[in-house]
């Protein structure tokens, strides 16, 4: 399984991409959301998990701009503020919307991994 | 003199000839003072809205007595700072109740006409009447202004704490959000950190420790929040005695029991029950904080009725009580004011909070002292809102 992870904080997304990593689950970390955009037109991924807060794109709005070359991809947001945990995913088809500080076992579970 | 009173009787008029006029009248007038407040209550009883200020009848006869002593005060002297500070507390007394302003100034016309044909009936050829009437209006107007004044003060002080309140909901909201990224560093860290120790044992207990602390400091976040978190309440009907239980679960406490009463007609109410439970974890918390040797703190739940101005509505009074010190005068005054706090720790944040909850809820919190010893905290929820049935 390919995983796009895109967050600001590098230092978090290191740690997450090195947590996550495992012989079946290879994962594409970014800090920055203009870059990860850039890397999407070009490689494909299963699942995107996504900051919401970032300068320059939101992960909402990345997300959206990903979607159109990735309609399989699976989307999963993840903030800081709890606000954003009522993002709508009906509208715009969030597999789930994580809380930080990231709970890990249920992120594992909504990436569809075996913790 | 204080500034106020001073400027007060100066903007009025009001000088030493009028207050020694009204003291040389008081014997005369005194026969007339029961009347006088006999009809100020007749007019208020024949006014609806006026008369749901009051919550029982104990109260009207009080406040008979209040008023009697009120219109002897009047007559008596001396015009000096301890008549300002006496006078000061009705215009508090008012805003406790939520007196609508306006209803002073109808009352004190009947007062002024009351007192007016007192004096005309009195028969004294040598006083001079016109003088003397002069001198009970200058003072009446004296009256309206010290009660107009506190009201204000006091109306001032609910504003400034509702301010406050929402500027440090604001700033602890922020503040929880921006931990939340660092926090989420260090949690993931230390996951990977544990990783990479093996069996370490001198790591492994270091990464225990601040795997710990990482959950403390989520709590302590998850509470400002909360804190932060206006959000209005979505009500639904909620069972009183399990989420007192609940509340008491949440809460570490040693030495102390819970002794839970639940009227039967009093088993639920409309609420918010994550608002409500806060609010009850706050005030058992306290409850048991103020009892550092122990004990038990008593939980009662009965009906009631809930007065507001123009109306009475059937409620419910959850009452928690403790045996410890009580408050002070100086913290029943200012309990529910934001940053104010008797406790070494604590921010002074808990009680603000519960209180604009329960306002939330158009209920009421109140906080008295018990007797011999002891605090009791009153949250007063009425039976129906809006939009539910
Ligand atoms: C000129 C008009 C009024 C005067 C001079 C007056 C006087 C007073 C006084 C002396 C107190 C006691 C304050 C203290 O705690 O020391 C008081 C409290 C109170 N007043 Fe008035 N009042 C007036 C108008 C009204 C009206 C119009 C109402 C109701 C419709 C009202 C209802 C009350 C109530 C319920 C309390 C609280 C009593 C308690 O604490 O149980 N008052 N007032």
Request: one cysteine or more; a negative charge; aromatic letters at 6%.
């Amino acid at each position: 399984m390919k995983v796009l992870l895109v967050d600001d904080n590098a230092e978090l997304a290191d740690n997450l991409a090195e947590l996550l990593a495992s012989e079946r689950t290879e994962v594409f970390a970014h800090h920055d959301a203009t870059a990860a955009l850039a890397w999407g037109r070009t490689h494909d991924f299963d699942t995107a998990l996504l900051d919401v807060r970032m300068p320059e794109l939101s992960g909402v709005e990345l997300m959206r701009l990903l979607r159109v070359g990735h309609p399989a991809a699976r989307f999963v947001l993840m903030s800081a503020y709890t606000q954003d945990a009522e993002l709508d995913p009906t509208q715009d088809t969030v597999a789930a919307v994580l809380t930080k500080p990231l709970d890990l076992p249920s992120l594992a579970k909504v990436l569809g991994l075996d913790a | 003199m204080a500034p106020l009173l001073d400027e007060l009787f100066r903007y009025v008029g009001f000088d030493e000839q009028d207050g020694a006029r009204l003291v040389a009248a008081s014997d005369a007038l005194e026969p007339s003072f029961q009347g006088i407040v006999d009809e100020f209550y007749v007019a208020i009883d024949g006014n609806r809205e006026a008369r749901a200020v009051f919550e029982d009848e104990a109260q009207v006869a009080r406040q008979k007595g209040l008023l009697l002593a009120w219109l002897r005060r009047f007559f008596a002297g001396p015009y000096d700072d301890s008549y300002l500070e006496e006078r000061s507390r009705i215009g508090r007394a008012h805003v406790r109740i939520r007196l609508p302003q306006r209803y002073v100034f109808v009352s004190m016309n009947i007062i002024r006409a009351g007192l007016t044909r007192a004096v005309w009936a009195l028969d004294d050829p040598q006083l001079d009447k016109i003088a003397l009437l002069q001198s009970i209006q200058r003072l009446c107007d004296v009256e309206l202004a010290i009660m107009l004044e506190t009201y204000r003060e006091d109306y001032d002080r609910a504003l400034r704490t509702a301010e406050r309140l929402a500027t440090l909901g604001q700033f602890a909201g922020t503040l929880a959000h921006e931990m939340r990224n660092p926090l989420a560093v260090l949690s993931t860290s230390s996951h990977l950190l544990r990783r990479h120790a093996g069996d370490d044992p001198g790591v492994v207990r270091h990464v225990d420790r601040i795997e710990r602390q990482v959950a403390v400091c989520g709590q302590i976040v998850d509470d400002l929040l909360a804190l932060a978190r206006d959000s209005p309440p979505r009500f639904e009907p909620v069972d009183l005695a399990s989420v007192i239980e609940f509340a008491w679960a949440q809460l570490t406490k040693p030495e102390h029991t819970l002794d839970v009463t639940v009227a039967p007609d009093a088993g639920s109410v409309p609420a918010d029950e994550s608002q409500l439970r806060q609010v009850l974890v706050n005030l058992m918390e306290n409850a048991t904080q103020a009892m550092t040797e122990g004990g038990a703190v008593e939980v009662q739940v009965a009906r009631c009725t809930l007065t507001r101005p123009g109306e009475e509505v059937d409620a419910v009074r959850i009452r928690i009580e403790d045996s410890g010190a009580g408050f002070t005068p100086e913290a029943l005054e200012h309990l529910f004011e934001p940053l104010f706090t008797t406790k070494a720790r604590g921010i002074g944040l808990g009680l603000p909070l519960c209180h604009r909850i329960v306002t939330k809820h158009h209920g009421r919190l109140s906080a008295s002292n018990r007797s011999p010893r002891g605090a009791r905290l009153d949250i007063v929820l009425p039976l129906a809102q809006k939009g539910m049935s």
